[in-house]
């Protein structure tokens, strides 16, 4: 058996997402999304290895299955984490900030919950209902979006080795080096 080693990826990277679903789904989850299995994405989840790369079709494969099964949505969230990062969204760690966003999402969760519980006591849900169950999630999601941004999540890893040098593919991942 081989000695597993930890591998440090970035918070809402796509390493980091990757790695969150083999985790959540494992092998057989993967290979009902995708047909690939658990090796394979491994290798895409190391931030190290040279073939590294998830295609769309992955991708939007993995996120259909695990929000079908009531995970979320774990590489779309990493998707806009890191471009909110990208497009100029500074990290703001004044503490203040911070614990008043973390009310605020603490409020908005009670929102949530009161709507979601108000709208299914009879045992089914209007179309004002879910409208309205809709707008108190967008609401917590601007919020969350809001906290992220603030401790500075969604650092896009620059795959270079600790010396600074650019990471090679290996000749026997046969892919092209750049």
Request: proline share 3%; with cysteine; net charge positive.
């Amino acid at each position: 058996m081989k000695e597993k080693r930890y591998i440090k990826r970035n918070p809402y990277s796509i390493e980091d997402g990757i790695k969150d679903i083999i985790e959540k789904i494992g092998d057989k989850g993967l290979r009902e999304a995708t047909g690939k299995g658990k090796d394979t994405f491994l290798k895409k989840s190391n931030p190290e290895h040279p073939g590294r790369h998830i295609d769309l079709k992955d991708a939007v494969d993995l996120d259909i299955y695990c929000r079908t099964n009531g995970l979320g949505t774990p590489l779309l969230e990493s998707y806009k984490t890191i471009l909110d990062k990208a497009t100029g969204v500074t990290s703001n760690y004044k503490p203040d900030e911070i614990r008043k966003t973390v009310t605020k999402i603490l409020e908005e969760l009670g929102d949530v919950s009161e709507t979601v519980s108000s709208a299914i006591k009879d045992g089914k849900v209007t179309e004002t209902e879910k409208n309205n169950i809709s707008k108190e999630i967008k609401e917590l999601e601007i919020q969350i979006s809001t906290i992220k941004k603030q401790v500075g999540l969604g650092e896009k890893h620059d795959y270079k080795y600790k010396t600074g040098e650019k990471i090679k593919n290996r000749d026997e991942d046969g892919l092209k080096s750049d």
